[in-house]
């Protein structure tokens, strides 16, 4: 599925790329300083070539935005210094390019960061670790307790956990377990992670801000089991509180009441600096922008870049009240979280009907952009756009080994596979503004009973 522009460009290029491979033309070239020949089928296979690289090479790769949000400011947290400061800066790009409206949004939501973070292990010394998300606070000396382990969260009753520490693998156990059975502090370990992590448990959970809670790298867990470590001392001091969050907020004007939506996240978790959680998708999502402001649209472009998804998608929350009516005009909301892996997969996560995705496949294919397209219920910020009927799109790219870590560092970010992805949308959004109807709008029912589901407490959710 072509846009206008690429069948138009492609129809007389095509008719002498024929004549070349019959033998029937050639073109001059310069060879150093000397003219030659060369056959039009070299030439145009070079041109076809060079077409297939257009979408890619007439967008950024958000790499300077990365740059600056993850290496330059780091640490974005929701209600920080740091969060502000790229508001700020987001704000100004958006500004350059011509968007109306541009600023900053506040909002209130639960907020949290640590001060400390260690497990002492004897003689194997301190084992890396992270605290869970609004963890509970350890004396200022710490806790020292007697090691329990669990393999699975279910086992917890079968174990005395009374003023110990427990090593659990792959989970939070029950809070009734641990609160009444009187355990110190918790261990947390999975498989699937190599490094400690900020593992996601909401404010409104019933071990927030009651439980020393912490991870560990899967191989630092098994080393504490083969080097016999009986005794531990844990240390976490944890501030939990009320925050006042930013989402950066801005239009590109179009010339009919038509609109798209372009969003991402911006927030980090609270050790930064979050290059590919979400520096990125922050990044794509302003690169987007940049892209259309240098096209005429029909239909005007929304951009939000929202904070406090990390700690349960308040800023989404906050940024559709009271624009009903502008999402109503919506046809097409493009969401970015987690971008940029040299070597992984990209997934596109389609809220809407079936032949939204189906589109986006054609589309896809026509600029040779490979992504699984997955038409199914995701449940992140984009989930509130499609509460008010936006089908939205959820580009993400896997697997992201370091997310939650401070390993989540801008050198591992490919600009290649950033360039992809935002070409990708640019594409996807021009043949949406080009084509009004080439794609069912509406969410199916199905989807909508699990967006609504996903939404029933309100927020923090993820």
């Known amino acids: 599925m072509q846009s206008a522009f690429l069948q138009n460009r492609r129809a007389p290029a095509r008719a002498l790329y024929i004549l070349g491979e019959c033998g029937l033309l050639?073109?001059?070239m310069v060879a150093g300083r000397s003219w030659g020949t060369v056959s039009a089928t070299i030439f145009f296979k070079g041109y076809f070539q060079e077409e297939q690289r257009m979408i890619d090479g007439g967008v950024g790769d958000g790499m300077e935005h990365v740059r600056v949000l993850a290496d330059e400011i780091g640490k974005r947290n929701t209600g920080s210094e740091g969060e502000r400061r790229a508001a700020e800066y987001m704000c100004g790009q958006l500004k350059g390019w011509g968007l109306e409206g541009v600023g900053t949004e506040s909002f209130q939501a639960k907020g949290w960061d640590f001060e400390c973070c260690s497990v002492e292990a004897g003689e194997m010394g301190t084992v890396d670790a992270l605290p869970i998300e609004y963890s509970g606070s350890t004396p200022e000396e710490g806790i020292e307790g007697e090691l329990a382990v669990c393999e699975s969260t279910g086992d917890v009753g079968m174990v005395e956990v009374r003023d110990k520490i427990l090593l659990v693998n792959d989970g939070i156990p029950a809070a009734e377990a641990l609160l009444e059975g009187g355990a110190a502090g918790l261990i947390v370990a999975s498989s699937s992670r190599s490094r400690a992590w900020h593992l996601i448990y909401g404010p409104e959970q019933p071990l927030a801000g009651k439980l020393p809670m912490v991870?560990?790298?899967?191989?630092?867990?098994?080393?504490?089991?083969?080097?016999?470590?009986?005794?531990?001392r844990l240390k976490v001091q944890t501030t939990i509180g009320e925050v006042t969050g930013l989402n950066v907020v801005g239009t590109l004007p179009g010339r009919s009441e038509r609109r798209l939506n372009v969003s991402g996240h911006y927030d980090s978790v609270v050790s930064g600096p979050a290059a590919a959680d979400n520096a990125t998708g922050a990044a794509c999502a302003l690169e987007v922008v940049h892209a259309l402001s240098r096209q005429e649209l029909e239909a005007a472009v929304d951009v939000a870049i929202f904070s406090a998804e990390e700690i349960g998608l308040y800023g989404a929350e906050a940024y559709v009240q009271g624009r009903e009516e502008l999402l109503g005009k919506t046809e097409l909301g493009v969401y970015f979280d987690g971008q940029g892996d040299f070597l992984g997969r990209n997934n596109i996560h389609a809220l809407g009907q079936e032949g939204l995705a189906e589109m986006v496949r054609q589309v896809s294919r026509s600029i040779d952009y490979q992504v699984d397209v997955r038409h199914h219920f995701t449940g992140l910020d984009q989930v509130f756009l499609s509460a008010h009927g936006v089908p939205t799109l959820w580009f993400q790219r896997g697997p992201q080994l370091t997310w939650h870590t401070p390993a989540d560092v801008v050198g591992d970010v490919s600009p290649q596979a950033m360039r992809r992805s935002i070409g990708a949308a640019v594409e996807i959004l021009r043949?949406?503004?080009?084509?009004?109807?080439?794609?069912?709008?509406?969410?199916?029912d199905e989807q909508a009973r699990r967006i609504e589901e996903y939404l029933a407490g309100g927020v923090p959710v993820w």
């Open 431 to 444: 043949q949406v503004d080009a084509r009004p109807g080439c794609f069912p709008g509406g969410i199916p």
């Open 26 to 28: 050639s073109v001059p």
């Open 215 to 232: 991870t560990v790298g899967f191989g630092d867990a098994v080393e504490l089991l083969k080097r016999g470590v009986g005794r531990l």
